[in-house]
Every structure is written in C-alpha cells, then in structure tokens.
C-alpha cells in the first residue's frame, strides 16, 4: 500500500472548516463513489472516507485540516496524480478564510 499524508494549518475556525470538509464529501461521493462518514466532535470532527481504492480519515479542526490515507494496488499506481490534486484541493479551502 501507498500512503499520502496532507497537513493544512488554517484560519478558517471549526464551523467553516466543518462546512468545507462536508462539501469536500459530498463531491467525492458524488464523482468518485466514495464512502464517507461524518463524525462531528466539540473541537475536532473526523470524516472517514473509502471506496475505489482509497481508505482515509480527514481530521478537521479549528486551525488544521489532516488528511491520512492508504492506496490500494491499482490506485498506488496514480499516487502522484492523486496527491497533486487532494493537495490542490485543500489548499483550496485553507486559503478560503
């Protein structure tokens, strides 16, 4: 397995970042048939998402966003590929504060 390990300091506070992190879900789900579940807590929320060859867990904060994940055999392969564009992504949304 291959794994990809994203840190994202920002200003964004809990509730905003929640919402970014919920929106983030919803388009995996809807483009990539991902499975992602939602788990909010007092100051740190967890999303875990797999499917399609990727398993991971995206900890959301008031000041970070963390994401880890594992690739399976086939989707290792585009490890770069998927990196560069979950990097991109949360790059995104930590300038959107």
């Known amino acids: 397995m291959s794994d990809i390990q ?16 919920r929106l983030w879900a919803d388009k995996a789900q809807a483009k990539f048939g991902v499975e992602c579940r939602y788990e909010e807590g ?4 967890v999303l875990h998402f797999s499917g399609n060859g990727i398993d991971g867990q995206l900890q959301v904060s008031a000041d970070a966003l963390q994401l880890r994940a594992s690739l399976g055999f086939l989707a290792a392969m585009f490890k770069d590929q998927i990196e560069a564009k979950l990097r991109a992504q949360f790059d995104d949304m930590a300038a959107a504060a």
Request: charged share 30%; net charge neutral; no cysteine.
């Open 42 to 45: 007092a100051e740190r929320d």
């Open 6 to 21: 994203i840190d994202r300091p920002h200003t964004l506070g809990l509730p905003t970042a929640r919402q970014h992190a």
